[in-house]
Structure formats: C-alpha cells, structure tokens
C-alpha cells in the first residue's frame, strides 16, 4: 500500500527564516512518482514541483529547493527566506504509473502541513 | 485554456436534496478525477476516469455517482444529500497514462444542513 505522510501539522516562522516541510513516503513500487502542491488560502491547488523515483538530483527553483533521498523515503521541501505569500497549506503526493500495466495514477495525499509566515 | 473549471464555487443543500456538481476541461486530457478534501485530511479519490465511457470508483464513493459522455465534462452527482458529505470537492484531470502530473479546478465547497 502507498502512504504519504507529513507529520508536521502546523509550522509558524517569522518572515525571512528559512523553513523545512517533512514528507516521507511508504511504497513498494519501483517507479512513482512525488509531488508538492501549495493551497493558499483562497483554496486553489497549485502544483509545484514533481519528481520521479530515478532522478534523486536536487532541485531549486528561487527561494524553494527540494532534498529527494530515496534511501530514507523523504521528499522534503525547503523555503529560504519565508515570505508571507508562502502562508499556505502544502501537500506532498506520491502516485505509481505502471506504463505497461495500466494506472489510474491517483495522487496519494498527505494531510497537509499548514505554514504561517508572520511579518 | 480555461483548463480545469468547477461550478458552482459554493452551494448549501439541506439533507435528502440531489445535486450535480460540474466539471469540465478544455485540454482533451483523458484521464480526470473527482477528489473531496476534509479539513486536516488531505484529499481522498471519489472516483475517475480514464477516457469517455469508462469510469471507477475510487476509495470513497459511496453516496456518489458519475458519468463521462464526452472528453471535456465529468459531472459528480450527490443523491440524498447528508452531512457527511459537507466537504470541498475538487475536480483534476491529466493527459495520458504515461504523463503523471495532475491539474486541478478551483473547487466547490459543499455545505449540507
């Protein structure tokens, strides 16, 4: 069975600290894939970044950056100097995509860690 | 591209009232998705499709039925409405089996009193 999970509920930073977001995963497939996607608070899902379980490079896009390490199952997200636009609750989400066997590709969520950026 | 749209945005139904939600995509993706959100839950798979004609129940279905005629709509009917059902319903497509990110609507938040 898949399962992501986020065990932090709630953070709150004062704007300009740096602030991680935990994701570990659980599957025993081969090829999947991870998501983050940012809900700010007028609802909308706004996706962020995907990642496939070959390629366990690094990723920085400005002030977020994204640490994949297969060997502890984690796809954590990190946001330098927090804004308070980051206010938002943010999901991690993990699908496998069997090409050959067929997948409806559901994302599997996590329950979300909301983050306060205070100014 | 309108992309993923969803109406309406709000809606107060009492409880034993019907109602469609609508979906639609203008991105000919074959593949779309009904998800509920509760709070602190994440979001759970109600159901999907994967081309016109073809749908399946996803992991909480119960009290819900769809259809998938066309491409472009993917309409999420609650019949006897309850509380339980009181949720923020969102609506994702995407476009081929092999493509996995996954696009969605704005939402409708379901009140049931």
């Known amino acids: 069975a898949q399962k992501v999970t986020q065990a932090q509920t709630e953070i709150s930073v004062v704007e300009k600290e740096d602030v991680t977001l935990d994701c570990v995963y659980e599957?025993?497939?081969?090829?999947?894939?991870l998501f983050w996607y940012k809900q700010p608070p007028s609802g909308e899902l706004v996706f962020l970044i995907r990642?496939?379980?070959?390629?366990?490079q690094n990723e920085i896009s400005g002030r977020y950056s994204w640490n994949f390490q297969k060997s502890t199952s984690s796809f954590n997200f990190t946001i330098t100097a927090s804004q308070v636009v980051d206010s938002a609750v943010y999901f991690c989400?993990?699908?496998?995509?069997?090409?050959?066997?067929?997948?409806?590709?559901?994302?599997?969520f996590g329950k979300g860690t909301k983050l306060s950026v205070k100014p | 591209n309108a992309g993923v749209t969803q109406t309406p945005k709000f809606r107060i139904l009492k409880i034993g009232q019907s109602m469609t939600l609508q979906c639609a995509q203008d991105m000919n993706h074959n593949y779309m998705y009904w998800y509920r959100q509760d709070p602190g839950m994440g979001l759970k798979l109600i159901y999907y499709s994967v081309g016109a004609g073809i749908t399946d129940k996803g992991e909480v279905p119960n009290g819900y039925n769809v259809s998938r005629s066309t491409t472009e709509d993917f309409p999420l009917r609650l019949e006897l409405a309850a509380p339980s059902q009181t949720s923020v319903y969102f609506c994702?497509?995407?476009?081929?089996?092999?493509?996995?990110?996954?696009?969605f609507g704005p939402g409708t938040r379901l009140t049931v009193l």
């Open positions: 994702a497509s995407r476009p081929r089996r092999d493509t996995p990110t996954m696009f």
């Open positions: 599957t025993r497939d081969t090829t999947y894939y």
């Open positions: 989400a993990l699908t496998k995509l069997a090409i050959y066997g067929g997948s409806q590709g559901n994302l599997i």
């Open positions: 990642r496939n379980s070959f390629d366990e």
